[in-house]
T-cell receptor
């Protein structure tokens, strides 16, 4: 099973709303990732969690707040977003550790900020 | 810093024919991994094939094969017997063994015509 599950699939929110994106995997992976993807562009890395600790933050605005409650779950809390934050948000996971590991992606959450 | 270049924004091929997607990259490291991911309209990024830089033998996965030229820093993907389901955006990606981040190319939109 190489499944990464993301919910919701679609989300529409106003600029004053607070919402959360959820990502779950049950492959025993210890590294999890958030990416932002604009249409017809490659994914851009936002955050990396390794063994439930934030290891990479690509200078993402504070209106995006990641959380890793346990090794299977990754959340992205959204607050006071801007219309330019509308995009596909992808979650990925990999085994983690010192050797290279394949990243497995979820189907993403399509976010629209009005 | 590593870079990945895909010089073909769009390509098309007839069903059952063969098509080759190009990718060049640059890295200062000797150990790294190269990937081809596909992203169909369903949005999920799916790993197509993976190549370890230290292996001279080209990777093959069923109808998909790569031509890895390490000295030329070239990593092309050949799709044989193209199928309608191969229609997708294809991303070439590189990951250095010293880091945990994927560097993606800009992508090639492949359309398989009936």
């Amino acid at each position: 099973d190489t499944e990464v599950t993301q919910t919701p699939k679609h989300l529409v929110m106003g600029m004053t709303n607070k919402k959360s994106l959820k990502c779950e995997q049950h492959m025993g992976h210890r590294a999890m990732y958030w990416y932002k993807q604009k249409a017809k562009k490659p994914p851009e890395l936002m955050f990396v969690y390794s063994y439930e600790k934030l290891s990479i933050n690509e200078s993402v605005p504070s209106r995006f707040s990641p959380e890793c409650p346990n090794s299977s779950l990754l959340n992205l809390h959204l607050h006071a977003l801007q219309p330019e934050d509308s995009a596909l948000y992808l979650c990925a996971s990999s085994q983690g550790g010192p050797i290279q590991n394949i990243q497995y992606f979820g189907a993403g959450t399509r976010l629209s900020v009005l | 810093a590593q870079t990945v270049t895909q010089s073909q924004p769009e390509m098309s091929v007839q069903e059952a024919e063969t098509v080759t997607l190009s990718c060049t990259y640059d890295t200062s490291e000797n150990n790294y991994y190269l990937f081809w991911y596909k992203q169909p309209p369903s949005r999920q990024m799916i790993l197509v094939i993976r190549q370890e830089a230290y292996k001279q033998q080209n990777a093959t996965e069923n109808r998909f094969s790569v031509n890895f030229q390490k000295a030329a820093k070239s990593f092309s993907l050949k799709i044989s017997d193209s199928q309608l389901g191969d229609t997708a955006m294809y991303f070439c990606a590189l990951e250095e063994t010293s880091g945990s981040r994927l560097t993606f190319g800009e992508g090639t939109q492949l359309t398989v015509n009936p």
